[in-house]
């Protein structure tokens, strides 16, 4: 049997001592330390009480010879924020009134960032065990709302931020995100949305009511007389726009929905709209296409830069519609034109003056048997420029050339499309140079080709006179 026994409690919170012998066989203090130490108890250890029974050496069995510190528990534990948003706290202006348009619904982070933390409240303290080990407060009691991309730090006192994004409370949980969704409508209980990324709304962009993203925007529903701007996106709206003359729509990408009216529109892609545009102004530095389900277009003003697409174009009421497609590229042509004619012009008064030099030297040398060395030098230097001059006139004419070709043509590309009827009273202004329509059209392509507006029906498209018309023109260019 073993003289010397240890047993540990559970919790190893407690160590109790068993020994075994009498007189001279009892083991002394420091054998008695020692074999503690052994089974790793370190702290809590009565060691008075070893030294009275060394000195009595007596049998003992089960004595409490060590005890550890239970954690003090006599305050609270408080969760404090180390971000400021709140669920429905509106804006206070400059003039002491509440703005319920600006509610804080989301802050920017970034990952890692510690978004709460355990506060201790009182007095709490952490215990210590007969190993020497540290017992943590129970603080599991107050449970973190703990959402999507958040973590909890490896001491359990703070919530912390998984992702770069914004933190957003939402449903009794805060999460970080890098896209903002709102689940249902933008209204008086989301107040305006301006967020650095991308937006998702379920529901309708209610009138009055702004919606501001660095990054595309969706929206499930219908935009009402409010404000809608992407700043480097696409917008999507799923219905359509009802703007009631109010609605402003910008897009660092194109704009894709259902329908338009009543509404201001700019992007700097295209406008793709499935069923109708009525009474709106559309501005667009791509195409603009309705030429899906009705197609129609009516009242207004629609301006684009490579071309509108659409299957009827105003009304049997002869309503005032206006197409109008802006010729920035040929503007920019004109511009690399005037660039060019100023070099040639530069370049055609120093070659004049070159050759003028070189029919001074020659002169000099049919009166003279032998020039200078120096004079030949310079005869040799100005021979070479006048060449190099020369070719780069040449390269000048060649570039001005291929420039008024392109330009050309991509007017002519600039074309405005109705597959169906264009009706009387459409103002049509390509790069310039305007046609307006007195009478009922049916499927007409319209295009610009140099100062002049051509019409053309689709129906000839088929043709091969149509191709052979094709052809001539390709000549002229």
């Not at 509610?103 to 007969?130: A, H, M, R």
């Not at 017992?135 to 449970?143: F, K, N, S, T, V």
């Not at 009138?207 to 404000?227: D, H, K, L, Q």
């Not at 301006?303 to 497609?325: D, P, W």
């Amino acid at each position: 049997m073993k003289r010397i026994e240890i047993n540990i409690s559970e919790n190893k919170q407690e160590g109790f001592l068993s020994v075994i012998g009498a007189g001279d066989d009892y083991p002394s203090f420091n054998q008695l330390i020692s074999h503690i130490h052994d089974q790793g108890i370190v702290y809590g250890i009565y060691e008075e009480l070893l030294l009275e029974v060394v000195k009595e050496k007596k049998t003992i069995h089960n004595l409490l010879f060590a005890k550890g510190d239970p954690p003090v528990n006599e305050g609270e534990m408080l969760l404090e924020w180390r971000i400021n948003i709140h669920s429905s706290r509106p804006a206070i202006t400059d003039s002491d009134r509440a703005d319920f348009k600006r509610l804080k619904l989301f802050e920017p982070v970034q990952e890692n960032q510690v978004l709460i933390t355990k506060k201790i409240s009182g007095n709490l303290l952490p215990g210590k065990d007969i190993l020497g080990r540290q017992i943590p407060i129970d603080h599991e009691a107050m449970i973190f709302p703990m959402g999507e991309n958040t973590k909890i730090s490896a001491d359990g006192m703070s919530l912390q931020a998984a992702i770069s994004g914004y933190a957003v409370w939402e449903d009794g949980q805060l999460n970080v995100c890098n896209m903002y969704r709102v689940n249902g409508d933008v209204n008086y209980a989301t107040g305006n949305i301006k967020f650095n990324g991308p937006v998702v709304i379920e529901g309708d962009v209610r009138s009055g009511f702004r919606v501001e993203a660095t990054g595309p925007i969706y929206i499930a529903g219908n935009v009402e007389a409010a404000s809608v701007y992407s700043q480097g996106g696409d917008i999507t709206i799923k219905c359509g726009i009802l703007g009631k003359n109010k609605a402003k729509l910008l897009a660092g990408g194109s704009l894709i929905c259902g329908y338009i009216q009543d509404a201001t529109v700019s992007v700097r892609k295209d406008v793709i709209v499935e069923h109708y545009v009525i009474n709106s102004e559309i501005s667009a530095a791509g195409m603009v296409s309705v030429d899906k389900m009705e197609g129609l277009i009516r009242g207004g003003s629609i301006v684009a830069e490579k071309g509108i697409r659409a299957n009827e174009v105003g009304s049997s009421k002869n309503t005032f519609t206006e197409l109008k497609i802006r010729n920035t590229t040929e503007n920019e042509g004109q511009s690399r034109l005037w660039v060019i004619s100023r070099n040639r012009t530069e370049l055609t008064v120093r070659l004049a003056a070159l050759r003028k030099k070189m029919s001074f030297l020659n002169l000099l040398h049919t009166r003279i048997d032998n020039l200078s060395l120096e004079k030949q030098n310079e005869l040799q230097f100005v021979e070479k420029e006048i060449k190099r001059l020369a070719e780069k006139i040449k390269e000048l004419d060649q570039t001005e050339l291929a420039i008024q070709k392109e330009s050309s043509k991509e007017v002519m590309e600039r074309q405005i499309y109705v597959h169906g009827a264009l009706y009387g009273n459409v103002s049509i202004d390509i790069g310039g140079i305007g046609f307006f329509t007195d009478t009922l059209m049916q499927g007409v392509k319209i295009y610009r080709l140099k100062q002049e507006i051509i019409v053309e029906t689709l129906a000839e498209m088929n043709s091969t006179d149509y191709d052979l018309f094709v052809q001539q023109k390709e000549k002229m260019f």
